[in-house]
């Protein structure tokens, strides 16, 4: 696979810009348009295009786009403060959840918690508690406050201020870009431009977050029999989605694929997996109402099983 881990900087820094403009424009259409219903369509096109710039700082940290650019740096880290997802933070976590996920003691790092079931049965009610808090799917769906505000902003700052400074700088520039919108837009202003947009990223980015490594046919294991290939191909997802999607979530969906190389662009992931046939046959998920059903309700992993199951099974 190394072969596709070369980006095309030109291609890269179109991706980047072409992106940017839309955002941008489409965040400008919610203030300038004179019908509500005008506004509202920006506001949830700014959400998708949020979540795809998202995925492509998401590349560029990984440094599969434009790895020598300290312009795209520059530019990426500013982005990551504004949404929410500051570098500092970003980088520990993301790059400690690529070289341990799955495993059992350690695939809370950067992801959802996993619990096998005995330890759900011996914890305490407070335990159980947060637990169940931090998988519930109104928790993922208001994942603009609870993922990002406080998951990636506030408990990194509070937690090492000296090494997160920069996840305060991020809270306290979204509050103060709020209260300006509401300020000189009014209500509409802050609702339009800033709620909806940062809702519907960050709730379809919480719910990739989850499906990724949250679905029937995921495998979790302890040091022992844990491998870095095995771990990339049997425990992350090939979330399949039409083309529309595929350009929003800028090729996430091929996640085995990234698990297995996080170095190849974004952009260059379909190529792989047409020309690789062992890739071809990942465990899959999609966005269609019954997957998303089938992934929520999993709970806890059943070790004699090997599977997670849902609160019922227990």
């Known amino acids: 696979m190394r072969k596709f881990a070369v980006d095309d900087w030109l291609k890269s820094w179109w991706c980047i810009l072409s992106t940017g403009v839309l955002m941008l424009l489409s965040l400008s259409g919610t203030l300038w348009n004179f019908h509500w219903l005008g506004k509202l369509v920006c506001s949830l096109l700014s959400g998708l295009l949020v979540l795809r710039m998202f995925v492509i700082y998401h ?15 520059v530019l990426m880290r500013l982005f990551g403060i504004w949404a929410l997802s500051p570098t500092s933070i970003w980088r520990s976590s993301h790059n ?52 990002f505000l406080h998951g990636m902003c506030l ?35 802050l609702v339009f431009m800033q709620l909806i947009p940062s809702f519907i990223a960050y709730a379809i980015g919480s719910y990739l977050f989850y499906a990724q490594h949250n679905f029937p046919g995921v495998t979790f294991n302890d040091k022992a029999g844990w491998t870095y290939e095995k771990a990339a191909l049997e425990s992350s997802s090939f979330l399949k989605t039409n083309r529309v999607m595929a350009w ?42 019954v997957d998303i059903f089938r992934c929520l309700r999993l709970k806890v992993w059943d070790v004699e099983a090997q599977r997670m199951i849902p609160l019922s099974q227990l």
């Open 59 to 73: 590349d560029q940290q990984h440094h599969a786009i434009l790895p020598k650019s300290k312009v795209a740096e």
């Open 96 to 147: 400690y959840h690529h070289n341990h996920n799955s495993k059992l003691r350690s695939a809370h790092i950067g992801s959802f918690p996993i619990m096998t079931k005995a330890q759900y049965l011996k914890s305490s009610r407070r335990k159980r508690f947060n637990y169940l808090f931090m998988r519930h799917p109104l928790t993922i769906l208001f994942g603009y406050f609870f993922v």
């Open 155 to 189: 408990y990194p700052f509070f937690n090492d201020p000296r090494k997160h400074y920069d996840c305060l700088i991020a809270f306290c520039a979204h509050v103060g870009f709020g209260i300006a919108l509401a300020l000189l837009g009014g209500w509409q202003g």
């Open 248 to 289: 929003f979530t800028a090729n996430i969906g091929y996640h085995h694929i990234h698990h297995l190389n996080a170095r190849i662009p974004f952009y260059r992931l379909p190529e792989v997996f047409r020309k690789i046939p062992e890739l071809q046959t990942p465990r899959t998920t999609s966005l269609s109402p």
